[in-house]
C-alpha cells in the first residue's frame, strides 16, 4: 500500500516538473495577422450597390467541447463499471476498494496533470506553452482524442491550419464518427475554401448529431461563400433555432437575407446581433447597409460611423 501511495506521488511530481519545464520560449508557428476588416465606402451615391456587398466572417470552429469529445472506449463501457469524469484518463486506473476509498482518495494521474496544466495554459493565453504540454501529453498517451483535438484548434489558432487537419485526421482515426470532431476539420477546410471536402464533413456531422448548430452555422456560411444565398437560408435558420444566443449567425443571417432582397428580414436580424453583442462592428455596417437600400442615410450614417469607430477606421 505504501509503495503504491510511493509510485503514485512519485508520477505526479514528475508530471508537475513536465508541465513547468515547458515555457513561452517554445518554437511554434507565428498567429498570421488579424483579418482585414471590411472598408469603409463612401456613404454618398452606394444606396443601391450595397446589396451586393459581403460581410466576410470566419467558419465556427469549437474552442473547446469537453462533452462531445469523448473516447469511444469510455461509451462502450459497462453500466456496473465505476465511470470517471469526462477529463480523466482510464488508462493505468484501478478501481478503488470500499476500504482504501474512505483513507486515502486517489490522486490524479500524470497524464490528468499533464492535461490541466495545458488547458489551463491555453485559458490564460499561454498558446505556447499550451501546444508544448499537449505535445509532450500525446507522445505518452497518442490516443488522448481531447488533447489532440485541443492541440488541432490551438494550431488552427496561430494560423497552422495543415498542421491543424494533419491532428484532425489522427482524431477521427480513433472516433471516425465523431459529430465535433468532423465539425472542427469542416470549419478548418472551409477556412481554407476546400468547400466540397468541408461540406462532406459537415453533412457527415449532421448525420450523427442532427442537433449541432455549428454544423449548420458553417453550411450556412459555406453556401453563402459559394453565392448560393438562399440554399444558406434554411441552415442558418436552423443553426439559430438550437441556439438563439448565436450573435454571429444573425450576422450573416442578415447577409444572406440582404442578397434576397428581403430587406426587412435582414434588418431584424442585424438588429438582434445587435442587440445580443452591441459592439458588433459587422452587425452594425450590415445595418447601414440595410438602411441605404432603404433609403434612410441618416440611419445608414450613424451604423457605418459606429462600426468605424469600433475598427479604429
Not at 503504491?4 to 506521488?9: E, G, I, Q, V
Not at 483513507?103 to 488547458?119: F, G, I, K, Q
Not at 449567425?249 to 436580424?269: E, F, K, P, R, S
Not at 459592439?279 to 433609403?295: S, T
Request: proline letters at 5%.
Amino acid at each position: 500500500m505504501k509503495r503504491t501511495a510511493y509510485r503514485r506521488r512519485h508520477r505526479r511530481r514528475k508530471a508537475v516538473e513536465q508541465a513547468n519545464r515547458h515555457s513561452l520560449t517554445v518554437p511554434v508557428t507565428e498567429p498570421l495577422p488579424a483579418p482585414t476588416e471590411l472598408a469603409e465606402d463612401s456613404i454618398v451615391g452606394i444606396m443601391r450597390s450595397r446589396k451586393s456587398e459581403r460581410i466576410d466572417l470566419p467558419f465556427e470552429i469549437a474552442q473547446e467541447n469537453e462533452a462531445a469529445v469523448v473516447s469511444e472506449e469510455a461509451n462502450g463501457k459497462a453500466a456496473s463499471e465505476p465511470t470517471a469524469p469526462q477529463d480523466e484518463l482510464s488508462e493505468g486506473k484501478q478501481a478503488v476498494d470500499s476500504n482504501t476509498a474512505t483513507t486515502e482518495p486517489e490522486e490524479p494521474s500524470a497524464e490528468e496533470l499533464l492535461y490541466n496544466a495545458a488547458r489551463e495554459a491555453q485559458a490564460q493565453g499561454e498558446h505556447r506553452r499550451a501546444l508544448a504540454i499537449y505535445r509532450e501529453l500525446l507522445s505518452v498517451v497518442p490516443e488522448h482524442l481531447k488533447a489532440r483535438n485541443n492541440l488541432a484548434l490551438l494550431l488552427d489558432q496561430n494560423g497552422d491550419h495543415e498542421e491543424a487537419l494533419h491532428e484532425l485526421k489522427l482524431c477521427l482515426r480513433t472516433e471516425p464518427n465523431n459529430p465535433q470532431v468532423l465539425v472542427n476539420r469542416g470549419g478548418v477546410l472551409g477556412s481554407l475554401g476546400r468547400y466540397k471536402e468541408a461540406e462532406a464533413d459537415l453533412r457527415r456531422a449532421l448525420d450523427f448529431d442532427g442537433t449541432n448548430a455549428e454544423a449548420y452555422f458553417n453550411l450556412g456560411l459555406l453556401m453563402s461563400r459559394k453565392g448560393l444565398w438562399r440554399e444558406a437560408l434554411p441552415h442558418l435558420r436552423r443553426s439559430l433555432e438550437l441556439d438563439a444566443s448565436r450573435a454571429v449567425a444573425y450576422t450573416y443571417l442578415g447577409d444572406a437575407l440582404n442578397h434576397v432582397d428581403d430587406l426587412d428580414g435582414a434588418l431584424q436580424a442585424f438588429q438582434r446581433s445587435v442587440e445580443l453583442v452591441p459592439n458588433n462592428d459587422k452587425a452594425l455596417y450590415g445595418l447601414g447597409i440595410i438602411y441605404d437600400r432603404l433609403n434612410r442615410p441618416e440611419e445608414a450614417q450613424q451604423m457605418y460611423r459606429r462600426s468605424r469607430d469600433l475598427t479604429g477606421r
